[in-house]
């Protein structure tokens, strides 16, 4: 699969970089190219021209509970800034 980033990709509205694919390539893995889907969406091409921009349906807030679950890995301790302090100390 190539998606094409380049200078004159769009923004979406959260400000990512959008992808671009041919709507040849688009037809052709359009149900995995729906499975990888990111927020930012895809904008598919004809001649090297925008003609559609494909972009998630919005779910409700419900549905996102637990989707990250097995993608996040935590490091360290994320309750401590890592710096050390005396809350008792005056200024």
């Known amino acids: 699969m ?3 980033y380049d200078q004159s990709d ?3 509205e959260k400000g990512g970089l959008m992808k671009k694919i ?8 359009c149900l995995s190219l729906l499975d990888k889907l990111t927020v930012e969406g895809l904008i598919i091409t004809k001649h090297g021209k925008p ?3 494909v972009v998630p349906y ?3 807030s419900a549905d996102l ?6 993608k996040l ?3 360290g301790d994320i309750l401590s ?3 050390s302090w005396d809350a008792s100390a005056e200024s």
Do not use: Y
Request: net charge positive; charged share 25%; proline share 6%.
């Open 2 to 4: 190539v998606i094409i």
């Open 10 to 12: 769009e923004r979406s």
């Open 22 to 29: 041919g709507a040849a390539q688009f037809k052709a893995e």
């Open 51 to 53: 003609v559609a921009r």
């Open 58 to 60: 919005p779910r409700p």
């Open 65 to 70: 509970i637990g989707s990250l679950r097995g």
């Open 73 to 75: 890995e935590i490091h």
């Open 81 to 83: 800034t890592g710096l």
